[in-house]
């Protein structure tokens, strides 16, 4: 079936580092990809998508191209601050993407930025 | 402003007891879900509503029970508590359409003697 692996965590960075969460999936044919956010004690929100191979999604600094001859959706960020301390999620649609409510998510990725 | 709204945030509950997660969505979405985070494991889908008066299993639904009241409000009911429920609980809404985000309540934190 449908599945995210992310790399393990936690990350730990120091202010304006370079960030690298990796993100590898297995699906049936080319489903939309998602990053999703979750801020201390709040519920998780999207942070970007990308919608079909080669696609670049965007927000807030952060980046993540969806590739599909390694099946990856990497997200980056070139200077982190510390109000980036999250856990990130990368998800799929379950189903092979015909719901984007009904998502298979990844075990998460701790980051923690100190000053 | 509201968005998704969860009640209650924290709830400890003894083995075997009752309680119900009531979430309400004032953004006129279709459809609403209830996921389980758990350490480690990412969040899992319980239950979702594709549509008023419908409802469908998710990947972990053994326990629960819901009800889509209105079109605005998905309640999740634990009938006979059990350790394993301990868990943090999300509802989340979001179109049928194209747009592709989830919006999600800032969950309920269960635990389970």
């Known amino acids: 079936g449908d599945s995210v692996t992310q790399m393990e965590g936690p990350v730990t960075l120091s202010e304006e580092a370079f960030l690298t969460i990796n993100c590898t999936y297995t699906a049936t044919g080319y489903p939309s990809l998602f990053w999703y956010v979750q801020y201390p004690g709040e519920g998780l929100q999207l942070l970007l998508k990308?919608?079909?191979?080669?696609d670049k999604g965007s927000n807030k600094g952060f980046e993540a191209t969806y590739r599909k001859e390694t099946t990856s959706f990497h997200l980056e960020k070139g200077s982190v601050q510390v109000s980036d301390s999250a856990v990130y999620f990368c998800?799929?649609?379950?189903?092979?993407?015909?719901?984007?409510?009904?998502?298979?998510f990844g075990q998460g990725t701790i980051l923690t930025v100190h000053p | 402003n509201a968005g998704v709204t969860q009640t209650p945030k924290f709830q400890v509950l003894k083995t075997g007891q009752s309680m119900t997660l009531q979430c309400a969505q004032d953004m006129n979405h279709n459809s609403m879900y209830w996921y389980r985070q758990d350490p480690g494991m990412g969040l899992r889908l319980i239950y979702y509503?594709?549509?008023?008066?419908?409802?469908d299993k998710g990947e972990v639904p053994n326990g629960y029970n819901v009800s889509r009241l209105n079109k605005r409000e998905f309640s999740l009911r634990l009938e006979s508590a059990a350790p394993s429920q301990t868990s943090v609980y999300f509802c989340?809404?979001?179109?049928?359409?194209?747009?592709?985000?989830?919006?999600f309540g800032e969950g309920s934190r269960l635990t389970v003697l």
């Open positions: 989340a809404s979001g179109d049928t359409g194209y747009t592709g985000e989830l919006f």
């Open positions: 998800a799929l649609p379950k189903d092979g993407g015909t719901s984007y409510g009904k998502l298979t």
């Open positions: 509503s594709a549509s008023e008066g419908t409802t």
């Open positions: 990308a919608t079909k191979a080669d």
